[in-house]
């Protein structure tokens, strides 16, 4: 069974970081693109970074450019998501999504439950 | 970036209705459009990839249409199951990938 379970959320202050962290199982991690997937209260869905499978190719949304970093570890089947400068706006549960990617097709057809962050002072 | 714009953003329908829901793409994105349905307080969930293929597991009362920029994702007969939010996204560009507003669907 494709397990995903983030973790790493918390209440934080302006200009603060976090770590964020999906620990993946269930399937062979190190042969998926892997996405951060954010949604603000009461809001819908944002997407904020992929990862392909060795870590080469990494993209992000314009909003989080220089102040998140995605990372992967594949022997520790683990994705990453550090945010630094964390900014009000940036309050949301974080999702981890497992992303297929092939030839005339692209989606996320596994999603964990979700980790809050909330950036509050 | 690509923008993706959802339509109508709310609806209420009653089980056993036809309900159809509209997303279009500022840009032309060939098939690269998938359909998620997500219930309050839990994960989006994979509905509809590459436009018109059905994901494993879901019902097929639900079915995707479209290409280019134009697309449609249609219940047949919604059941009280359904009730809840959908979102587009496209994955033409990773740069970004871009979801819709989301459509609402509720009981009447």
């Known amino acids: 069974e494709v397990q995903l379970v983030e973790s790493g959320g918390g209440l934080v202050q302006p200009g603060g970081s976090l770590r964020l962290s999906c620990a993946a199982s269930g399937f062979t991690f190190s042969s998926y693109w892997m996405s951060w997937v954010r949604q603000a209260p009461g809001k819908g869905l944002e997407w904020v970074a992929n990862?392909?499978?060795?870590?080469?190719?990494?993209n992000y949304v314009d909003s989080v450019k220089g102040r998140f970093t995605i990372s992967r570890d594949n022997a520790k089947n683990s994705l990453y998501l550090q945010v630094n400068s964390l900014r009000v706006e940036d309050t949301a549960v974080y999702y981890c999504?497992?992303?297929?990617?092939?030839?005339?097709?692209?989606?996320?057809?596994?999603w964990g439950q979700g980790t809050l962050v909330t950036v509050s002072s | 970036d690509i923008q993706m714009t959802q339509s109508p953003s709310s609806l209420s329908a009653s089980v056993g209705d036809r309900v159809t829901i509209t997303c279009r793409a500022s840009?032309?994105?060939?098939?690269?459009l998938n359909w998620y349905q997500q219930k309050p307080g839990k994960a989006p969930k994979l509905l509809i990839y590459?436009?018109?293929s059905l994901q494993s597991g879901v019902p097929s009362r639900f079915s995707g249409s479209g290409s280019g920029t134009d697309f449609t994702l249609t219940i047949s007969s919604l059941q009280p199951e359904d009730f809840a939010t959908y979102y587009c996204q496209q994955t033409y560009s990773m740069s970004p990938l871009t979801f819709g507003g989301g459509t609402k669907v509720e009981i009447k």
């Open positions: 590459a436009a018109s």
């Open positions: 990862i392909k499978q060795d870590g080469s190719e990494k």
């Open positions: 840009q032309s994105i060939s098939s690269y």
């Open positions: 999504a497992r992303e297929w990617v092939r030839l005339g097709a692209d989606y996320f057809d596994y």
